[in-house]
């Protein structure tokens, strides 16, 4: 069977390019998403005598109002903490002792504040990116559950999260699996024999530091699957659906084909592309 690695000098051809939108194109969705919540963050700013009275302030606020003022908080008082870690109410204490020293004074946020045109663009910009983070991580996933429906349900079972949702916990589908480890796709035959576990990942960019933890990581994966399947002679292999422009950048392309080549036969990486010529039924019952 052709590697992964055999595809990297026609690379371009076999990756998927999940569609952005152009800037300043959205900018009218910005504004009618984000003008409100300027406005209150704002408002709020004038009414506390802190800026942790400011977050305070916020963490009382229903979402989904809460998490966008967070975000704005972000931008404005504290870039140090990200807004999963603002998200937790119950953890508000503890960030405002380990970071309220750093956050930036009531007085200056106000005036930053004044100093911006209305509508502010430039802010609305940077928040419309939250608003499409993950998207095209949803979109990779639900094209493979598609393809795989069309292709293999009437001979296997899938499961996962097809766009948004809650992952696959292998504590929860492997019996004997100690840790929290989450994932993707869980491909089973009916009889309910687990058969690929699955991580999906779409990069529109990588590289760097986040490379390495990435290939890392999996790396670690390949071998605690590996491990377990031996040891419950189970016929488990690890399938990782990578996409985006992202895997061309950097050494990505070698260390997933190092990754793949480490698995001996028994891990595959793919892109929605090249599923057609890889992705078969030989090697699911290989």
Same mark, same amino acid.
């Given at each position: 069977m052709t590697s992964f690695g055999d595809y990297k000098s026609k690379a371009s051809q076999y990756i998927t390019f999940i569609d952005s939108e152009f800037y300043p194109d959205y900018l009218d969705e910005a504004k009618t998403i984000y =003008? =409100?919540?300027i406005d209150q963050f704002t408002e709020l700013a004038y009414l506390v005598r802190s800026s942790v009275d400011l977050l305070i302030s916020i963490a009382d606020k229903p979402n989904p109002s809460r998490t966008q003022l967070l975000r704005v908080f972000r931008k404005y008082v504290s870039p140090d903490t990200s807004v999963e870690m603002l998200k937790v109410k119950k953890?508000? +204490?503890n960030i405002i002792a380990d970071y309220g020293h750093r956050f930036r004074k009531i007085e200056e946020v106000r005036a930053n504040l004044a100093s911006r045109p209305n509508p502010d663009e430039a802010l609305m910009a940077l928040l419309m990116e939250y608003k499409s983070r993950g998207q095209k991580g949803y979109e990779l996933t639900e094209a493979f559950f598609l393809w795989f429906e069309s292709n293999f349900a009437s001979d296997y079972s899938i499961q996962g999260p097809v766009r948004a949702g809650r992952d696959i916990m292998l504590n929860e589908v492997l019996q004997e699996w100690d840790a929290?480890?989450?994932?993707?796709? /869980?491909?089973?035959?009916?009889?309910?024999? +687990? #058969?690929?576990?699955?991580?999906?990942?779409?990069? =529109?960019?990588r590289g760097g530091a986040q490379e390495d933890d990435r290939t890392g990581g999996n790396r670690d994966k390949v071998t605690d699957i590996l491990r377990y399947a031996d040891r419950y002679k #189970? +016929? /488990?292999?690890?399938?990782? /659906?990578?996409?985006?422009p992202g895997l061309t950048l950097g050494s990505m392309w070698n260390d997933y084909a190092a990754l793949e080549n480490y698995g001996k036969g028994r891990v595959m990486v793919c892109t929605l592309k090249m599923l057609d010529e890889r992705f078969t039924k030989d090697w699911l019952e290989s």
């Open positions: =003008s =409100s919540v953890r508000i +204490p929290k480890t989450p994932a993707d796709i /869980l491909i089973s035959r009916h009889d309910e024999t +687990p #058969l690929i576990i699955g991580f999906a990942r779409y990069d =529109s960019d #189970l +016929p /488990l292999k690890i399938f990782f /659906l990578n996409d985006g």
